[in-house]
Nanobody, 124 residues
Framework: QVQLEESGGGLVQAGDSLRLSCAAS????????MGWFRQAPGKEREFVAG????????YYADSVKGRFTISRDNAKNTVYLQMNSLKPEGTAGYYC?????????????????WGQGTQVTVSS
């Protein structure tokens, strides 16, 4: 079992940057592919970015391509989400999760071990 804890959220203005971190407990972290999701009030949780266990492959939602970068440091048991040029529609709780074997990165059903989330609020 892996436990995840997100951090780095906050209140920023449109156009600003933030870096989110997702720290994992457990020695098996490096064997998991990982994903970042976000959920705004009244909306479904949506895929933001994913990264393979080695970091060699990354995946992004069209809405964040070119602005967000996912990365990981397996020595530190941490995955990051660098968010640049933030927009007000990016206001949401941001969650990381471990991805199960197989399946596409884009669907929540293939993920487990969700963290508690970190709030990102982008003012216009």
């Amino acid at each position: 079992q892996v436990q995840l804890e997100e951090s780095g959220g906050g209140l920023v203005q449109a156009g600003d940057s933030l870096r989110l971190s997702c720290a994992a407990s457990g020695r098996t972290f490096s064997s998991y592919s990982m994903g970042w999701f976000r959920q705004a009030p009244g909306k479904e949780r949506e895929f933001v970015a994913g990264i393979s266990w080695s970091g060699g492959s990354t995946y992004y939602a069209d809405s964040v391509k070119g602005r967000f970068t996912i990365s990981r440091d397996n020595a530190k048991n941490t995955v990051y989400l660098q968010m640049n040029s933030l927009k007000p529609e990016g206001t949401a709780g941001y969650y990381c999760a471990t991805k199960g074997a197989g399946g596409t990165y884009y669907y929540t059903r293939v993920y487990s071990n969700w963290g508690q989330g970190t709030q990102v609020t982008v003012s216009s």
